[in-house]
């Protein structure tokens, strides 16, 4: 029997290989649009929570699995956002702290500069391009991948990263 359809069935085995494979990927793409780790661990947990509740009668994830499961982490994220009025501040207790274990700390405190600039950029532009672009540049996904998350036609999200790499151009132009 498949992996997926043991999920169905509440397979504890199936259940925790399904956690195993995605978890790291449905966190990393959680942490892009949050920026705090212990935020994108929260939701994540929360991802897979959902995934195990609607496994059984959702069949959404027949057509893709992958594109499902970030479907409920995008929601979630959306779902953070409204509840906090996506604030455009960082609470310098909250910060992450920066670290430099390797090489020059200039360089790793310029890396954390351009991702926070990078991070703030997304929030300025719409929703479906920081989307778009987080699943295409950050977490590296095919056109054909991203069409499936967002459910969209390929040539749309074509479109969409197009105007997305534009208005990110422009907000971060200084």
Same mark, same amino acid.
């Given at each position: 029997?498949?992996?997926?359809?043991?999920?169905?069935?509440?397979?504890?085995?199936?259940?925790?290989?399904?956690? *195993?494979?995605?978890?790291?990927?449905?966190?990393?793409?959680?942490?892009?649009?949050? &920026? !705090?780790?212990?935020?994108?661990? *929260?939701?994540? +947990?929360?991802?897979?929570?959902?995934?195990?509740?609607?496994? !059984?009668?959702?069949? &959404?994830?027949?057509?893709?699995?992958? &594109?499902?499961?970030?479907?409920?982490?995008?929601?979630?994220?959306?779902?953070?956002?409204?509840?906090?009025?996506?604030? %455009?501040?960082? *609470?310098?207790?909250?910060?992450?702290?920066?670290?430099?274990?390797? +090489?020059?700390?200039? !360089? %790793?405190?310029?890396?954390?500069?351009?991702?926070?600039?990078?991070?703030?950029?997304? &929030?300025?532009? %719409?929703?479906?391009?920081?989307?778009?672009?987080?699943?295409?540049?950050?977490?590296?996904?095919?056109?054909?991948?991203?069409?499936?998350?967002?459910?969209?036609?390929? +040539?749309?999200?074509?479109?969409?990263?197009?105007?997305?790499?534009?208005?990110?151009?422009?907000?971060?132009?200084?």
């Amino acid at each position: 029997m498949a992996l997926l359809e043991r999920a169905s069935r509440a397979d504890p085995l199936a259940l925790s290989t399904l956690y *195993d494979q995605y978890h790291s990927k449905i966190f990393s793409y959680v942490y892009h649009r949050v &920026g !705090r780790a212990d935020l994108a661990e *929260d939701l994540t +947990g929360q991802v897979f929570m959902r995934m195990i509740e609607a496994i !059984r009668n959702d069949r &959404g994830w027949r057509t893709s699995f992958s &594109g499902w499961l970030y479907r409920i982490a995008h929601n979630l994220v959306i779902d953070h956002y409204r509840r906090r009025q996506r604030a %455009t501040f960082v *609470d310098i207790d909250e910060a992450p702290p920066i670290r430099a274990t390797q +090489g020059d700390p200039e !360089r %790793t405190v310029e890396s954390r500069l351009n991702s926070e600039r990078l991070r703030a950029a997304l &929030g300025l532009i %719409t929703e479906e391009q920081a989307q778009v672009i987080t699943l295409r540049f950050l977490e590296e996904l095919s056109i054909a991948e991203v069409a499936a998350i967002m459910n969209k036609t390929e +040539g749309a999200i074509k479109a969409l990263q197009y105007r997305a790499v534009l208005a990110l151009r422009r907000v971060m132009q200084p």
